[in-house]
């Protein structure tokens, strides 16, 4: 289980179309087709849709994840893990405990985000399948993301944790990628880098 979750993490998309100025299914359908290895669908913050048209956005993105076969996990909006027959979830510090959703979904993906050494010390870190560790770089992407935690925390992270399925975040590019994974992450998580990309085929391979 845990080496599938780790190969799932390598290069791990997060996207909602408020991230995108095309189309975000042709979006999706380009990097799913370059070789992502999960995919995130997080329809949150300016402009972004909802309601129906949230839901039926994500039915066209969790339709292409099917065809490519790779993990489609939905961020924070509980609700639409069944309704979209999502692979798993990703919350945060401030969102839903993992413990009540671990109830809820016993056999889903769960990720948890964690920034800082006492996020790790007070989350139950043995109920989720991941954790998503960051901001590691600066990043514009996210309003409210927490303070920088840089390559050394990856590494301290890893020390305390040595089987633990760990992805990277925050300000992740082709050109800091493989610093992230030689500090030890199991793989790299972006926004920017694929759904901003002049050239999303070559971004995903360079990743
Ligand atoms: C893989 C991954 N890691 C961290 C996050 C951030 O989650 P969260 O702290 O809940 O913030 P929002 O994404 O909800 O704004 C993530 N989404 N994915
Ligand atoms: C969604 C998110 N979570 C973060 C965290 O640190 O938990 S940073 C972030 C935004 C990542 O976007 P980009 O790849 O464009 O920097
Ligand atoms: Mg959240």
Redesign the pocket.
């Known amino acids: 289980m845990s080496l599938a979750i780790k190969q799932s993490l390598r290069k791990y998309f997060?996207m909602g179309s408020q991230?995108c100025d095309g189309d975000p299914v042709q979006i999706l359908e380009s990097a799913a087709s370059a070789g992502i290895t999960a995919f995130q669908f997080?329809e949150k913050g300016v402009g972004s849709l909802t309601g129906d048209e949230k839901l039926e956005l994500g039915k066209q993105l969790r339709s292409i994840c099917r065809h490519y076969k790779i993990p489609f996990i939905v961020?924070d909006d509980i609700e639409l893990v069944d309704a979209l027959d999502a692979d798993g979830l990703h919350v945060?510090q401030e969102d839903q405990s993992v413990e009540e959703l671990r109830k809820l979904f016993p056999n889903k993906i769960i990720g948890l985000?964690v920034?800082n050494n006492f996020e790790v010390t007070n989350s139950p870190i043995s109920w989720v399948d991941y954790v998503?560790?960051?901001?590691?770089?600066?990043?514009?992407?996210?309003e409210d993301?927490?303070a920088v935690?840089g390559l050394e925390w990856i590494i301290s992270l890893r020390e305390q944790f040595p089987n633990l399925p760990i992805v990277a975040?925050?300000?992740?590019?082709t050109k800091n990628a493989a610093s992230v994974l030689n500090a030890g992450a199991d793989g790299v998580?972006?926004?920017?880098?694929v759904?901003?990309a002049n050239d999303i085929k070559k971004a995903v391979n360079n990743l």
Not at 132 to 142: E, Q
């Open positions: 997060i991230n997080r961020n945060g985000s920034s998503g560790a960051g901001p590691v770089f600066a990043t514009k992407t996210k993301s927490k935690v975040i925050g300000g992740i590019s998580s972006f926004i920017s880098a759904a901003k």
